[in-house]
């Protein structure tokens, strides 16, 4: 799952992360070409701090740019 600096995923399961992870909510992934090798995804998480966390708990989705505008606190 190739991540772009900015880019959005929707979670899909939080398995082992339901501290982390809440379904159906939408995150911020960030680039990580290592641990995209290892199937991960970096995500700013709940605790507002970023972690890898396993691929297939996301699906990448696009994102008008005024829903990315207001995502981060621009006005």
Same mark, same amino acid.
């Given at each position: ?5 900015g880019? +959005? ?6 398995? *082992?992360? $339901?501290?982390? %992870? &809440?379904?159906?909510?939408? +995150? ?6 290592? *641990?995209? $090798?290892?199937? %991960? &995804?970096?995500?700013?998480?709940e ?29």
């Amino acid at each position: 799952m190739a991540r772009r600096t900015g880019s +959005y995923v929707v979670c899909v399961s939080n398995r *082992g992360y $339901r501290a982390s %992870l &809440v379904v159906r909510r939408i +995150y911020r992934a960030l680039s990580d070409p290592d *641990g995209e $090798r290892h199937g %991960l &995804v970096r995500v700013i998480d709940e605790s507002g701090e970023d972690y890898l966390f396993p691929a297939d708990l996301f699906v990448s989705i696009e994102v008008p740019r005024k829903v990315v505008t207001a995502f981060s606190g621009a006005r």
